[in-house]
């Protein structure tokens, strides 16, 4: 069954669909999709795990379809995280450095001064991506081994999150037999499938709305400078429909994909639309009835304007807001719907587009959709992670990475005594 090449699996478990992706790294370090699994989410709450059961179970359904295309056998898995409970903050960290030349060990002693801050018990750091250094006082250094200094800073983003969530993500997997490889701030993995390298130096930012969450990330400078989660996205949208037409959750899904729109100009003159009304007549047991589109167009542009303005405020209200020049990338489901870019571009002032995962090969057109890009990050991220040419700021993450699995480890030890 196996094949001879590297395979590294990637699972997003989202708030609609749970999806898995096989990627094979080839000899030359280029990655083939071979392998794609969905499966209906069941199980979760605004990106939060709330039914172990009904999770692992889709976590199961969409793991066999991806070991089927593929082929293989999966293992392990480098699964997403996001929900409301998310928080990204920066800190420096400031040494002496021993001996004026700068080792390895006063790296990892600069990035642990600038971890050491205050975490509530009930959180846990997810990453901690060192950004840059900054040697006796010159900025911008991205690998300071070597170099001769007295004084060494860190700049360093710190993600949070809350225990119980990452513990009942990490149990579902444990009970879906998967081992957890990483755990990965979903933003982080959309803009490692959606964004490049120059755009990341220019000042960009992502932004992932799914069904449960809208996630975002900003880069600058080639660095991370903030992430959050808004508990806000596309199923708030669906819900609003069901309440304002009157309408089933999948009927109103059905109207919202098909028909609904945030624009004005396309919407035809006296254009109608046929829905079924969820009330049950004593005549027939559905009643099919007609309403002006305009009727949708008042109950979902407000919703988007809302979220939408909370992702401007986000923006504005972070430390490098006006540092995002190259614009903002839209990923994720919701996105999709009509209207949705031509209004962000209009709220946040801002070039805006929409992206579907990049960089890969093999199964290109399967995941050629937003609501992929979490899946093919995750895979490119474990890729990243595993091999070679991971550059200085990942380098410094390493600790981090053996710190999160020895975490996880010590977690799901601690659940099973539950
Ligand atoms: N054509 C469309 N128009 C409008 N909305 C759409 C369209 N297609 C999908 N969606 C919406 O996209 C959302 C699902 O997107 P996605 O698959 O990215 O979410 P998810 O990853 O499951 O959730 P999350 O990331 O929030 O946990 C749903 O709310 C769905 O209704
Ligand atoms: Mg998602």
Redesign the pocket.
């Known amino acids: 069954m196996a094949k001879g090449n590297e395979i590294i699996v990637g699972l ?8 898995t992706v096989v990627g094979e790294v080839k000899p030359d370090g280029s990655v083939d999709i071979i392998g794609v699994g969905r499966a209906a ?1 069941k199980g ?1 709450r ?2 939060i795990v709330v039914n172990i059961e009904s999770t692992v179970e889709s976590i199961k359904s969409a793991v066999e379809h991806a070991e089927r295309m593929a082929g293989v056998e999966i293992r392990s898995v480098n699964v ?1 995280i ?2 409301g409970h998310i928080k990204g903050f920066n800190s420096r960290g400031v040494i002496a450095v021993k001996g004026g030349e700068i080792s390895q060990a006063d790296i990892d002693r600069v990035v642990e001064a600038a971890k050491a801050v205050a975490i509530p018990l009930d959180r846990e750091m997810l990453h901690v991506i060192t950004n840059e250094f900054i040697v006796d006082g010159q900025d911008g250094v991205m690998d300071p081994r070597g170099m001769a200094g007295v004084r060494l800073e860190a700049e360093v983003h710190i993600v949070t999150g809350a225990v119980a969530a990452v513990q009942n993500l990490v149990k579902c997997c444990e009970k879906a037999d998967l081992e957890v490889a990483d755990i990965v701030l ?1 933003p982080l993995a959309s803009a490692e499938a959606s964004l490049d390298q120059d755009e990341k130096d220019l000042g960009i930012g992502i932004v ?8 975002i990330a900003l880069f600058h400078q080639g660095s991370i400078c903030h992430t959050s989660v808004i508990a806000i ?6 819900t609003d429909l069901a309440v304002g037409l009157r309408v089933t959750m999948p009927e109103a ?1 059905r109207i ?3 028909h ?1 729109t945030t624009l004005m100009s396309n919407i035809k003159e006296n254009e109608m639309i046929r829905l079924k009304s969820a009330l049950n007549s004593s005549t027939s047991s559905k009643r099919v009835k007609e309403v002006p589109k305009t009727y949708l167009l008042d109950i979902i542009q407000p919703r988007t304007e809302e979220l939408l303005n909370l992702v401007r405020r986000e923006i504005e209200e972070s430390v490098c807001g006006k540092m995002i020049t190259a614009g903002i990338v839209f ?8 209207g ?1 870019l031509e209004l962000a571009e209009d709220i946040l002032d801002i070039p805006v587009r929409r992206a579907v995962p990049t960089g890969v090969g093999g199964l290109v057109d399967t995941v050629s959709d ?5 899946g093919v990050g995750l895979v490119l991220y474990g890729v990243k992670k595993e091999f070679a040419n991971f550059d200085m700021r990942s380098l410094s993450e390493d600790g981090l990475f053996f710190g999160i699995l020895n975490r996880m480890r010590s977690w799901v030890e601690g659940l099973f005594k539950f």
């Open positions: 997003d478990v989202g708030t609609t669909k749970i999806c989410s979760l605004k990106g997403g996001a929900g979903e992932d709305i799914g069904g449960g969450t809208t996630d996205g596309g199923n708030q949208f669906t899904e919202k994909v098909e609904a990923t994720g489901g919701a996105t999709q719907l009509d949705m937003p609501r992929h890009a979490t």
